[in-house]
């Protein structure tokens, strides 16, 4: 069992930056993927970045370019580095970690851009 506690969330006007944090209990080093996904009152939850053990990252296109998603083993620890946020941004943004065939989910964060 993997706990996952999500941080960073807040309020902040269109233009700004923020950072997400989420911390792992356990070793993020043997895992399949992480990521973060968005979720938005009425909508489903979507991927906005994920990242591999090797390094790899995907982004969906409404963030490309502005969001950085990343990783510290030693720290077990993903971050999502936010820049110049659009209110479309808003929402609830979780943490998922995926090891082997089960996936874990952290409780959220929420984001908010005021424009």
């Known amino acids: 069992q993997v706990q996952l506690v999500e941080s960073g969330g807040g309020l902040v006007q269109a233009g700004g930056s923020l950072r997400l944090s989420c911390a792992a209990s356990?070793?993020?080093?043997?895992?399949?993927?992480m990521g973060w996904w968005r979720q938005t009152p009425g909508k489903q939850r979507e991927s906005v970045a994920t990242?591999?053990?090797?390094?790899?990252?995907l982004y969906a296109d409404s963030v490309k370019g502005r969001f950085t998603i990343s990783t510290d083993n030693a720290k077990n620890t993903m971050y999502l580095q936010m820049n110049s946020l659009k209110p479309e941004d808003t929402g609830r943004y979780f943490c998922?970690?995926?090891?082997?065939?089960?996936?874990?989910w952290g409780q959220g964060t929420q984001v908010t851009v005021s424009s």
């Open positions: 990242i591999t053990s090797s390094g790899g990252t």
């Open positions: 356990d070793s993020i080093v043997s895992i399949n993927y």
């Open positions: 998922k970690l995926v090891r082997g065939f089960i996936d874990y």
